[in-house]
């Protein structure tokens, strides 16, 4: 069973950064791709970015672009999502989760979740 457990969240103003980390246990890490997603109150779940089990290949969502990085330590058993200007529409809990095989955008080919981590971006 592949455990997660997302930290680095917390309160920030905006045009500030967090690093978010996604640490897992169980399983084969390095053979799992992992994504990020977030859902603000009232709000659908959205993707975020994901990155493939040797970290080579990354997709950031387009709103996301250029301000949020994904990436990974195997070694580590780890993958951080570095956010940067954040806007207070970022606001929202942040899961990271992961499969076998390639990534996908879509939250539903995921089976494995974290808990979340809250990141609120002041105004």
């Keep these: 069973q592949v455990r997660l457990v997302e930290s680095g ?9 967090l690093r978010l980390s996604c640490v897992a246990s169980g399983g084969t890490f390095s053979d799992q791709a992992v994504g990020w997603f977030r859902q603000a109150p009232g709000k659908e779940r959205e993707f975020v970015a994901a990155i493939n ?3 080579i290949n990354t997709i950031t969502a387009d709103s996301m ?25 970022d606001t929202a809990v ?3 989760a992961a499969k076998f ?7 539903h080919h995921y ?13």
């Design 9 to 17: 969240g917390g309160l920030v103003q905006a045009g500030g950064s």
């Design 53 to 55: 089990w040797s970290g």
């Design 65 to 89: 672009k250029g301000r949020f990085t994904i990436s990974r330590d195997n070694a580590k058993n780890t993958v951080y999502l570095q956010m940067n200007s954040l806007k207070p529409e």
């Design 94 to 96: 942040y899961h990271c």
């Design 101 to 107: 095989g390639y990534y996908y955008t879509d939250a």
């Design 111 to 123: 089976p494995y979740w974290g808990q979340g981590t809250q990141v609120t971006v002041s105004s």
